[in-house]
């Protein structure tokens, strides 16, 4: 990678101001459900905790819309925090000025102070240069280790490093290493499998991925767009009739650059999106008019998996199927089954596949699943995440 890490500079001693993604799920109670997030950033918490630096945390959590809200502190991350460290964790209930500034003081070498949600403050998401200055204030280095929030140019992710040097801490080096690995120099071949619900999600995936793909498989809603430019008729399947003119351009570029192009030869259907409602697996030629596609067939999944068996490279983007609703999750279950026995390098990106990946019980057996959704398929789209271009070059 190109940008520095924590492992390029002195840190012992430093106030070190780590921007983290701890925008995890609470419930009404106000518990965190799920602390992957969390996990995620204490490889960087320790290494600096280790290093004898004073650690102060930043991060966002839903979205409080520039105001004070208890339903988004950050109390409970960092009750959770202070459990998995095995130590103390100070929250301060300001994220900039007189109390995080005295705060920070206090803190000792290798302890850990977390800031308040930086977006109750309105300045956080308009990257309001006072606002980016009074946090970098706070200290002396900053370490970007949000690489879910990198695709964002906020105070608390790009702002701040134009006051102080910013390096990436290790979840992000891993993203960018494991994303960009594959989009710069993937093992061949190399296969895409893009998905979810409708094509104006991925049409920038879809276009760069194009021009490095041996094989695209399309499946999930945004499949039927895709069948319906090739005429077939869906019934009262999701389309986008608006984009189908779009879906066979972007057949043709495939066929022109030589890029296998994967879509469902067959298809579930239902009579709603309904877990009760009738369905059965017909294929492509035959949905019934009345009926909509809400997952891929047998045979489809058979074939996808055919196609990641034979790859050394696979990104995931998007579930082949409502895979929510039981009824209709086997396809995904059966795609997330075949990056877990390939042997290839396999990716997964955005937050529903991370989900259904998770729920297949394959999780463990995927080389990297990306903590960001919207960071993943920006950077898969091609495009410089601000978070990452704001760190200091190597
Ligand atoms: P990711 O978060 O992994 O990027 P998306 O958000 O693009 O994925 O897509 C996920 C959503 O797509 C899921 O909620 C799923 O129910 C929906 N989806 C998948 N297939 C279909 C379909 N055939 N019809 C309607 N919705 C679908
Ligand atoms: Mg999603």
């Known amino acids: 990678m190109h940008k ?6 002195e840190v012992g001693g430093k106030r070190v101001l780590v921007r983290v993604d701890f925008n995890v799920p609470l419930d009404k109670e106000g518990n965190v459900t799920d602390n992957t997030r969390i996990r995620a950033a204490l490889p960087t918490i320790r290494y600096l905790m280790d290093k004898g630096a004073k650690v102060i945390l930043a991060s ?7 105001t004070f809200n208890e339903k988004y502190s950050l109390k409970p991350v960092a009750r959770r925090l202070e459990e998995l460290l095995g130590k103390k964790v100070a929250l301060a209930e300001e994220a900039v000025g007189e109390i995080p500034r005295r705060a920070v003081e206090q803190l000792g070498e290798g302890e850990v102070l977390l800031l308040e949600n930086v977006r109750f ?5 308009k990257n309001d240069e006072k606002f980016a200055r009074a946090l970098a204030d706070l200290a002396d280095i900053f370490v970007n280790d949000a690489f879910g929030a990198a695709h964002r140019a906020h105070a608390s992710t790009e702002g701040v490093a134009r006051t102080i040097p ?16 594959a989009l710069t120099s993937p093992a061949r071949p190399f296969v895409a499998i893009i998905g979810g619900a409708k094509v104006s999600d991925k049409i920038g995936v879809i276009g760069n991925l194009l021009s490095k793909v041996d094989t695209l498989i399309i499946g999930g809603g945004m499949a039927n767009t895709f069948l ?25 570029k495939a066929s022109q650059g030589g890029v296998e192009l994967l879509l469902p030869v067959d298809l579930v259907v239902s009579m709603a ?3 009760g409602a009738e369905r059965k697996s017909v294929p492509v030629e035959e949905v019934p008019p ?11 999944a058979r074939l996808f998996g055919e196609a990641v068996g034979k790859a050394k490279t ?8 409502v895979f929510e609703m039981e009824p209709f999750a086997a396809g995904t279950f059966s795609v997330a089954r075949a990056l877990a026995e390939s042997g290839a390098v396999t990716i997964v990106g955005g937050g529903d596949s991370a989900a259904a990946v998770e729920k297949a019980g394959v999780a463990g057996r995927i080389t990297h699943i990306s903590t960001g959704g919207g960071a993943s398929l920006e950077f898969l789209e091609g495009k410089v995440l601000p978070g990452v271009a704001a760190l200091s070059e190597k």
């Open 4 to 9: 520095k890490t924590v492992r390029d500079i």
């Open 60 to 66: 966002h959590l839903g979205r409080p819309k520039g």
């Open 121 to 125: 403050y309105p300045e956080e998401e």
């Open 166 to 181: 910013g390096v990436a801490g290790f979840l992000m080096e891993k993203e960018i290493e494991m994303l960009g690995r």
């Open 228 to 252: 319906s430019a090739r005429g077939y008729n869906m019934g009262k399947s999701l389309v986008e009739g608006d984009k189908t003119e779009l879906a066979r351009e972007l057949m043709e």
């Open 273 to 275: 999106a309904d877990p």
């Open 290 to 300: 009345d009926w909509m596609a809400l997952d891929i067939g047998p045979e489809s």
């Open 314 to 321: 696979v990104i995931w983007n998007g579930p082949m199927g």
